[in-house]
């Protein structure tokens, strides 16, 4: 949920619920999209809770593990939280591929799911087409979001400030002679993704290969599917047929994850 869309924690805790622990991962998840690392009146101040209930909380968090307090007595998101996060990512894998399975039925290409983690991509599963030439990414495989589909639709709504310092970071390498390598080209490239409700490699990750992508809406976390498969069976007339399939599978994905139950496919 985007900070913007952040309540805060100072109403009481919904009915059933402890409030002491909604408003611990409030907190956390707060940390996360202050990028991890912030001080007690930053928290103070988004939250709407006082200085000593932040404190007492943080100090539990910190005996667990899930923070640490910095030199500079600031706070950061701990080790403890990347076991639960990388169990999670298999999780969300595992529920994902009956939607893949069915797109893989529908399209007769390979379906895969990716995450941006940090800076990077990380495909979490993969359903691969039944074909003798097809394409194969290696499940939790970290790749560059520039040169990918899955990039370009994780990215396609970010700010251009935020897209520009994370390719700064990142640098943006070619992979073939059709990657973008440059910032503005990026942007072009997601303001038609923006434009047109899909995101397209085409032979930028690897020759003779097209990738069509589409995010899952109001993910927990920043997540897309995608179709890919050899250029001369991905044609401009088969991706018209295709992105209807991954936008609908989206949706159920989508609705399937809001719904705090494993998705049933």
Same mark, same amino acid.
């Given at each position: 949920m985007? $900070?913007?869309e952040? &309540?805060t924690?100072?109403?009481p805790?919904?009915?059933g619920? *402890?409030?002491?622990?909604?408003?611990?991962?409030?907190?956390?998840e707060?940390?996360?999209?202050?990028?991890g690392e912030?001080?007690l009146?930053?928290?103070?101040?988004s939250s709407g809770l006082?200085?000593p209930?932040i404190h007492?909380l943080m100090? #539990?968090?910190? +005996? /667990?593990? =899930?923070?640490r307090?910095?030199p500079?007595?600031? =706070?950061?998101?701990?080790?403890?939280?990347?076991?639960?996060g990388?169990s +999670?990512s298999r999780?969300l894998? %595992?529920?994902?591929r $009956? =939607?893949?399975?069915?797109?893989v039925?529908?399209?007769?290409? #390979?379906?895969n799911?990716?995450l941006?983690d940090?800076?990077?991509v990380? =495909?979490?599963?993969?359903v691969?087409s039944r074909?003798?030439?097809?394409m194969f990414t290696?499940?939790?495989?970290?790749?560059l979001p520039?040169?990918?589909? *899955?990039? &370009?639709?994780?990215?396609?709504?970010?700010?251009?400030?935020?897209?520009? +310092?994370l390719?700064?970071?990142?640098g943006?390498?070619?992979a073939t002679?059709r990657?973008?390598t440059?910032?503005?080209?990026?942007?072009?490239a997601?303001e038609? %993704? !923006?434009? !047109?409700?899909?995101?397209l490699d085409?032979?930028?990750?690897e @020759?003779?290969?097209? /990738?069509?992508?589409?995010? @899952?809406?109001?993910s927990? #976390?920043? +997540?897309?599917?995608s179709v890919s498969g050899?250029a001369g069976r991905?044609?401009?007339?088969?991706?018209? &047929?295709?992105?209807?399939l991954?936008?609908? *599978?989206?949706r159920?994905?989508s *609705?399937?994850?809001?719904s705090?139950?494993?998705? #049933?496919?």
């Amino acid at each position: 949920m985007p $900070p913007s869309e952040r &309540k805060t924690t100072s109403t009481p805790a919904a009915s059933g619920g *402890v409030q002491s622990l909604e408003r611990a991962f409030d907190l956390l998840e707060r940390m996360a999209d202050a990028g991890g690392e912030v001080g007690l009146s930053e928290l103070s101040s988004s939250s709407g809770l006082p200085l000593p209930t932040i404190h007492r909380l943080m100090r #539990t968090l910190v +005996a /667990c593990g =899930y923070v640490r307090q910095q030199p500079n007595r600031r =706070y950061a998101l701990g080790p403890r939280l990347i076991r639960l996060g990388e169990s +999670a990512s298999r999780l969300l894998g %595992t529920w994902a591929r $009956p =939607y893949l399975a069915r797109l893989v039925e529908e399209t007769g290409e #390979t379906a895969n799911m990716a995450l941006l983690d940090g800076d990077e991509v990380v =495909y979490v599963a993969q359903v691969p087409s039944r074909h003798s030439m097809r394409m194969f990414t290696e499940v939790g495989r970290r790749v560059l979001p520039h040169s990918t589909g *899955v990039g &370009k639709a994780l990215m396609a709504h970010m700010p251009d400030v935020e897209v520009r +310092a994370l390719l700064a970071r990142t640098g943006m390498p070619a992979a073939t002679d059709r990657t973008l390598t440059t910032p503005e080209g990026f942007l072009g490239a997601l303001e038609i %993704t !923006r434009d !047109r409700g899909f995101a397209l490699d085409d032979n930028e990750q690897e @020759i003779g290969v097209r /990738c069509i992508a589409v995010p @899952i809406p109001d993910s927990p #976390t920043a +997540a897309a599917i995608s179709v890919s498969g050899p250029a001369g069976r991905v044609t401009d007339p088969a991706t018209e &047929k295709i992105v209807p399939l991954l936008q609908d *599978v989206a949706r159920e994905l989508s *609705v399937a994850l809001a719904s705090n139950g494993s998705p #049933t496919g």
